[in-house]
T-cell receptor
Framework: SQTIHQWPATLVQPVGSPLSLECTVE??????LYWYRQAAGRGLQLLFY??????ISSEVPQNLSASRPQDRQFILSSKKLLLSDSGFYLCAWSVRVGDGGYTFGSGTRLTVV | GENVEQHPSTLSVQEGDSAVIKCTYS??????FPWYKQELGKGPQLIID?????GEKKDQRIAVTLNKTAKHFSLHITETQPEDSAVYFC??????????FGKGTTLSVSS
């Protein structure tokens, strides 16, 4: 069966520090991968999605970037965190872009101080 | 791009009552509409979905209806139970893109 792993579960980082959040999927090949951010009262905001290695779409211009170094690995990064980057970051995968039924990871709670 | 509006933001009901959450979408090309349930500190989980060629779908106590003309869809939960308490998200999907979510509804079921 397919599983999705996200880590770390919680993270407290100072303003201006770098960020690296990792997401991996097991049990499937060529998944479509997604990063969402959930801020209080703002729902799930789509940040990036990827249909394959080196194929990443950015939905919101901001202080973050995404990379997909391997087929089943999706990384969310920042060179310098801002206070506004605080939130709950969720990774998800699906069989195909345009195909519903996303499976979400357990999320990373990021607090920038 | 797609925009999804969700109402209400909070909903409190008594155990056994019904709960209804409504969403509207902006892009008429969207063709898939899932609903997710999120419990505290966890990732959202898919509970029911509907495609644009269907008007209604039911799964035990939950049902979803879709009005393509009006571009709105709704989640109906009957005979609510305390374990239904959670945040519910609607979403819309256009082929070739990613899910766009509403802002969520916090449902509280009191016994």
């Amino acid at each position: 069966s397919q599983t999705i792993h996200q880590w770390p579960a919680t993270l407290v980082q100072p303003v201006g520090s770098p960020l690296s959040l990792e997401c991996t999927v097991e049990g499937t090949s060529n998944p479509n991968l997604y990063w969402y951010r959930q801020a209080a009262g703002r729902g799930l905001q789509l940040l990036f999605y990827s249909i394959g290695i080196d194929q990443i779409s950015s939905e919101v211009p901001q202080n973050l970037s995404a990379s997909r170094p391997q087929d089943r690995q999706f990384i969310l990064s920042s060179k310098k965190l801002l206070l506004s980057d605080s939130g709950f970051y969720l990774c998800a995968w699906s069989v195909r872009v345009g195909d519903g039924g996303y499976t979400f990871g357990s999320g990373t709670r990021l607090t920038v101080v | 791009g797609e925009n999804v509006e969700q109402h209400p933001s909070t909903l409190s009901v008594q155990e056994g009552d019904s709960a209804v959450i409504k969403c509207t979408y902006s892009d008429s090309a969207s063709n898939y509409f899932p609903w997710y349930k999120q419990e505290l500190g966890k990732g959202p989980q898919l509970i029911i979905d509907i495609r644009s060629n269907v008007g209604e779908k039911k799964d035990q106590r939950i049902a979803v209806t879709l009005n393509k003309t009006a571009k709105h869809f709704s989640l109906h939960i009957t005979e609510t139970q305390p374990e239904d308490s959670a945040v519910y998200f609607c979403a819309a999907l256009k082929a070739g893109t990613a899910l766009i979510f509403g802002k969520g509804t916090t449902l509280s079921v009191s016994s």
